[in-house]
């Protein structure tokens, strides 16, 4: 299926193919980071981000500029025409006049869904409510990939906030097209949906536990995401949890060889400054994967690849 | 005249040769939104923007980076120099260093015409004050131009707030160049400023109606504008107004064929919402064209075509 | 030496040959302002400004633009993902990733000093603490320069504040690489910090004063800055300082023929008005100095010239 014209929504609207489509295209882009490139020029793509996110929208605007096309941002929409009462749609409307494709970022559920049927333009969803991020799933696939040389046989820890974080459902739903080995670890207040435990279980081996010490050596991968305050009743809870799932010099000595650490950014305290400098850091090179995912992703939707 | 290093400040600084001049341009610009352009490579637009007004701003950004330019912007000035005490005139100084021209939008009367005065590169008014916003006078008279393919023989009726709406009367002004037809419906309370009616009527034909379904069925063109809360001295009293000037389905029974609707946007509820679907609705449509005057104008002060 | 990868942290890091390649190379710049550039084509510049400075990230963003280059703008960091506690050093660490140089503004004093050791691409300090600002020196000695025809042998006063201004330190410990005689002028209260005076003292010829009428005869360049409130007990005291160090056309009586009167910008009313039209005046053409130095030093460091 060819990706032109394409919205990007949902993670769950693709199948193997397409991610094996962006995953390839996105290693044709690494020389093109530092080549530049007028792949995309003349190209205008319009930034709407009705939430801060400043990791995520510089990121599509690099991946924009090094393609040699152009951006025009709204990120303040607090103090823009929507304050006028201006409505979703109508600003939709608006800017598919002056641009080629839209990137939105908004804090309901169902957003880019509805953007995406509205505009004549692709819409690319970076962040809508709590449901979806696709480029952030597509960038975790990427980084396995580029750094284990390959998807399948993978063995992945994801750690932290598995109910409400929806970086962890995707990523959980997108590996369930390869033939990986999943283990949910977090607190046990805040395990895996159902559903998704549910799906992905029913196509790839997938185990829960709430200890990261016995999983460390038997995977490849250790996926660590955020634990929130607001989620526990109690100061003295979130403590302990907090304390438990840290990942730390100390946690990584049960590692298997090999292991990379990775975290979708920004990180409070769930990996200690100190991992940085080991051989296992991988969260900050996770974000030069993401610009050159989203290159591709440009590039495909635009039609230019 | 030549265009090259004109202010474009007020719409009564332009006569109808101008006008056509403007017209014919964008005309010529409509392939390059596709095709791209490099007539503005290596030019630097400054949109200097001391009110919020997305839609205005992203259309001269697009058309400045679709013609090869590009943009720097203050889009927040009370976070700016201008906090420490800097007065407009000493940030036009300083921004005419930076850049090849000026798009200002500034809450004051007269400020464009004192940053024209000013700056040594050309100053396009972005909106100043309640008094005049030319490049929305040029572009809805384009929308008229292509979408009836005529200015001369057309009935406009401008609808709303007459009294304080600016983009009312630079339109009125504008079309009284040609030979058109106004219908003024209003309520009583929001009536054409007399001095319009007195100038525009000295050149033009022209009606005042409270009325619009009577008005209908003879205007080729109905253009909406906002009618504010603010200027009512009740609720009650503006609740039954907006009532009555409200757009709808059951409204444009009366309308002749071939009727088309512009609004300069955004709008709040003034037309409603299954409008939009009509054959009838051309209010998103405008924004393209406002796009593509922008670029003409661009183009035509900058000396490029 | 090279310039190329090289950090821009403190003018204190430039010996008089480091300075001299800077202003040579902004000479050749110069045209490039009207002809445009491709230099930089393909180089993205992330400029991360955590306090406002729009001059400043305006005349950034203008030099990059000018030579083909484009940028990503971190302007508001109190709404990004600083808010969600990510730490400076993470930040960078990210954007580094996306970007080719980093122009960091940071209100903490060595927060560009840690920047340029942490990233592996270019840091460019325009503005740290109340110690740094080096691209402001170089464009005052670039403005002389080229005003002057000389930097050897001219006598400069720098005027105001002296005890808090980190422009007027920078300024003198860049001209005590030069031939000079420099005159600080100020109230008592806000002479030139001990350290400066015996540093630059030993290098070339300072004198103090608090009198500027007496000062003006002898100098080429009068350097004014900012008198600011908060440094004074009351407010009558501060009234009388601010008087006696206003430059007007008046107190322009005594200057020489050829004196030019410069300023940092932005200014409150140190300077009257009327001077702006004299020929004295140089502070808003400095700006343009600044833009074409900035140039040089995106060129330099990122190695295409």
Redesign the interface.
């Known amino acids: 299926m060819s990706f032109k014209g394409r919205d990007v929504v949902s993670i769950r609207d693709f199948d193997r193919k397409d991610i094996d489509q962006v995953l390839t295209t996105a290693k044709l882009m690494e020389p093109l980071t530092k080549?530049?490139?007028e792949l995309l020029?003349?190209?205008?793509s319009?930034n709407i981000f009705y939430e801060?996110?400043?990791?995520t929208r510089?990121?599509f605007?690099?991946a924009m500029?090094?393609l040699?096309g152009?951006c025009?941002n709204?990120?303040?929409?607090r103090?823009?025409?929507?304050?006028?009462?201006?409505s979703l749609s109508?600003?939709l409307?608006?800017?598919e006049?002056?641009?080629d494709l839209i990137v939105l970022r908004h804090p309901l559920e169902g957003s880019a869904k509805l953007a995406a049927d509205l505009a004549s333009i692709p819409v690319i969803n970076a962040g809508s409510g709590s449901e979806e991020h696709p480029t952030q799933a597509l960038l975790d696939l990427y980084t396995i990939w580029r750094e284990k040389g390959k998807l399948d046989g993978t063995k992945i820890a994801i750690l932290g906030d598995l109910r409400y974080g929806r970086t962890a459902h995707s990523l959980a739903y997108a590996l369930a097209h390869y033939d990986t080995e999943l283990f949910f670890v977090s607190p046990r207040t805040l395990r895996m949906r159902r559903e998704v435990l549910e799906e992905v279980g029913s196509r790839i081996k997938v185990s829960e536990t709430t200890d990261i010490s016995t999983t460390l050596p038997n995977i490849d991968i250790l996926y660590v995401t955020r634990i929130q305050k607001e989620r526990f009743p109690d100061l003295e809870e979130y403590q302990k949890v907090r304390g438990a799932y840290r990942i730390t010099l100390e946690t990584l000595r049960e590692a298997k060889t090999g292991l990379i650490v990775m975290h979708p950014?920004?990180?409070?305290d769930e990996i200690a400054l100190d991992v940085?400098r080991t051989s296992f850091a991988r969260y900050?090179?996770e974000?030069?994967y993401g610009?050159v995912v989203r290159m591709a992703l440009l590039a495909l939707v635009l039609g230019v690849v």
């Open positions: 080549a530049g490139s020029k003349g190209r205008i319009a801060p996110s400043t990791r510089m990121s605007e690099a500029l090094r040699g152009n025009i709204i990120t303040e929409p103090t823009s025409s929507i304050d006028k009462g201006e109508d600003t409307r608006v800017v006049n002056y641009s950014l920004p990180r409070a940085d900050f090179r974000t030069w610009m």
